[in-house]
């Protein structure tokens, strides 16, 4: 899940480009969706998801420090 989040993250801050300044997401097009896969001994028994949430707000800096944060309710998360 971690690697997911890195990675739409990094995905993220490659398309806003590389910039000091912080850019708000736009929260009517953008969608948080995490892929759980199965690793380890036991991924034989177990499933992948994808849950997905609309992102209710956040924001990107591309600065020198580059981070993202995004908010979702929990109560939007879907499985799918």
């Known amino acids: 899940m971690r690697r997911s989040a890195v990675v739409a993250a990094a995905s993220l801050l ?14 009517q097009k953008s969608t948080l ?5 199965k690793t380890g001994a036991f991924s034989g ?4 998801h994808e849950v997905r949430a609309p992102i209710q ?5 591309a600065g020198s ?7 979702v309710y929990a109560r939007t998360l879907t499985s799918g």
């Open 14 to 27: 490659c398309i806003l480009g590389v910039s000091a300044r912080q850019h708000n997401i736009d929260t």
């Open 57 to 61: 707000s956040g924001t990107a800096d």
């Open 65 to 71: 420090h580059p981070a993202v944060e995004i908010h």
């Open 45 to 48: 028994l177990g499933h992948e």
């Open 33 to 37: 969706t995490i892929y759980v896969g």
